[in-house]
T-cell receptor, first 114, second 116 residues
Framework: GESVGLHLPTLSVQEGDNSIINCAYS??????FIWYKQESGKGPQFIID?????DKRQGQRVTVLLNKTVKHLSLQIAATQPGDSAVYFC?????????????FGKGTKLSVKP | GAVVSQHPSWVICKSGTSVKIECRSL??????MFWYRQFPKQSLMLMAT?????????EQGVEKDKFLINHASLTLSTLTVTSAHPEDSSFYIC????????????FGPGTRLTVL
């Protein structure tokens, strides 16, 4: 589905705490998922990806969990830092692993309090 | 590696005029580029897929005669907003498929268009 909305959900965390950002995706045929970070006035920045044959993938300070049963994706950020403050989007595609046609989720604004 | 630039970064124009936005892949060749539009506090919406040497593929609801896309070289795609109106004011972002990024799309920094 397309995302529409007049405001973004906001997650506010204390510096040093862990953050969990959730995303519900729409297409059960999607087989590739990506998390992006977007700072104000900039383009999206790749964080981490996961294919549908996996349920968990870890990067540096970030972990993505995929639950295909309920079409749910989450991004966990460990020891959240002020520099993590941004809007986070999940994106899905079903074109076999390439960015054929990305469908973006609504986005969540992460605010980190020092 | 895998850097995409956009020019201009922001532009203000009068209603009725046309505006051209450039998307360049700086250190790789991209046969496929994508154009997205993002309204304030909203998500990115794919507008069209730009293929080098052929016509662009537009998403449903996007007017191809209003948003002209030209992908004349392997490093440059342009989006021209023709007869711009205030409702075209938005953040336009391109991405380019990069072999340097494992076939992922690399996003440009975006162009803020304001139509008065």
């Amino acid at each position: 589905g397309e995302s529409v909305g007049l405001h973004l959900p906001t997650l506010s965390v204390q510096e040093g705490d862990n953050s969990i950002i959730n995303c519900a995706y729409s297409n059960s045929a999607s087989d590739y998922f990506i998390w992006y970070k977007q700072e104000s006035g900039k383009g999206p920045q790749f964080i981490i990806d996961i294919r549908s044959n996996m349920d968990k993938r870890q990067g540096q300070r970030v972990t993505v969990l995929l639950n295909k049963t309920v079409k749910h994706l989450s991004l966990q950020i460990a020891a959240t830092q002020p520099g993590d403050s941004a809007v986070y989007f999940c994106a899905e595609t079903h074109s076999g692993g390439s960015q054929g046609n990305l469908i973006f989720g609504k986005g969540t604004k992460l605010s980190v309090k020092p | 590696g895998a850097v995409v630039s956009q020019h201009p970064s922001w532009v203000i124009c009068k209603s009725g005029t046309s505006v051209k936005i450039e998307c360049r892949s700086l250190d790789f060749q991209a046969t496929t580029m994508f154009w997205y539009r993002q309204f304030p506090k909203q998500s990115l919406m794919l507008m069209a897929t730009s293929n080098e040497g052929s016509k662009a593929t537009y998403e449903q609801g996007v007017e191809k005669d209003k948003f002209l896309i030209n992908h004349a070289s392997l490093t440059l795609s342009t989006l021209t907003v023709t007869s711009a109106h205030p409702e075209d004011s938005s953040f336009y972002i391109c991405s380019a498929i990069s072999p340097l990024a494992g076939g992922l799309g690399v996003f440009g920094p975006g162009t803020r268009l304001t139509v008065l």
